[in-house]
């Protein structure tokens, strides 16, 4: 009877105690998804890019293209697993001609809204509800009095909102300390809930099922320095990204299963030598049946591209213990 008697006393006493580690435990892994996360949601934005020739293939010769853009992480805390960023995006072309001018340059600028829907970084699974308005600056007419778009000074604004689930994992490392990791992407895009300018109506993508995929590989750095110091300094080597988008609203004179209006496709793939930090050789070949680039929309052609990228890029470093 003592015996059964003290036992009830030290479970009593001993039960708060436990559940206030597990309490603490589940608030600790919390943290860290929480944190982790703003990481994968930096590293799974777009790379910025600047291109010599710009896209080969394009009805116009071009000197250079570029494209910046970067993520200002606004809400992005350890206590929540809703995040927030504001992201401005600017894609310019560089014509070839005698002034070399750039015309309609590309504007975007949105937020975009995150919410973790899982604790595990390494098997990650988030959604994004993002706005955007994106213009050329331009404030002329956007039809010519023949009826063509005007490319040259026309006006183009458009705003949308696209919502994604994200999901990846990371893979285990290997023997000589590299691992990949594989990212997926399925997407909506809509335009129509907002004003936009009214030559779209001659024929634009309104409404696009977007799909991303991009397998990485990341290795260990600078493994034969002298005096190196007892960690391991790890970067990410390559970007393979394929990225798929096709038009499903209605458009004039075009069907369901219009490819050539309706597709966007591009794959490109992008190396880090071992001396150079934060950017990468790109390399990119791809298909617009609709010109993203504004007042172009009326455009499609095959290209390639080739030049620098960059972006947030994983570049961490370990103790070896770790």
Partial sequence: MKKSLLFLVVTVLTLPVLAQNNLDSV???RAFANKEYINLYKENSDLSYTAPAGEIGA??????????????????TYKSPVAFSIIPDFTVRVRNEF????RTPSYRLGGVLYARLNANP????YAELAFTHH???????????????NTISGNFNANYLTASYRFGHLTAFNANGSYYSFNQRIGLQWFKF????????????????????SWRKYDEVEKNARNKPKVKTEKE???LNTELSYAVNQIPSKNIVNIGKRLNAEVNFNYSLPFMNNVFLMAAVGYYGEDNYNIYFQDHYGYMRFGLSSGFLRNRSRHYDN
């Fill in 237 to 239: 080597t390559w970007r």
């Fill in 194 to 213: 907002f004003r936009y300018e009214p030559a779209l109506d001659l024929g634009f993508g309104f409404t696009r099922v977007l799909y991303n995929f």
């Fill in 135 to 149: 213009s050329n600056g331009q404030d002329q007419a956007a039809i010519n009095p023949d009826g063509s778009v």
């Fill in 99 to 102: 002034s070399a001018g750039v």
């Fill in 59 to 76: 009805p116009t010769k071009y000197v250079i293209n570029g494209r910046l853009t970067t993520t200002y992480m606004l809400l992005g």
């Fill in 27 to 29: 608030v600790t892994k």
């Fill in 122 to 125: 390494e098997n990650y699974k």
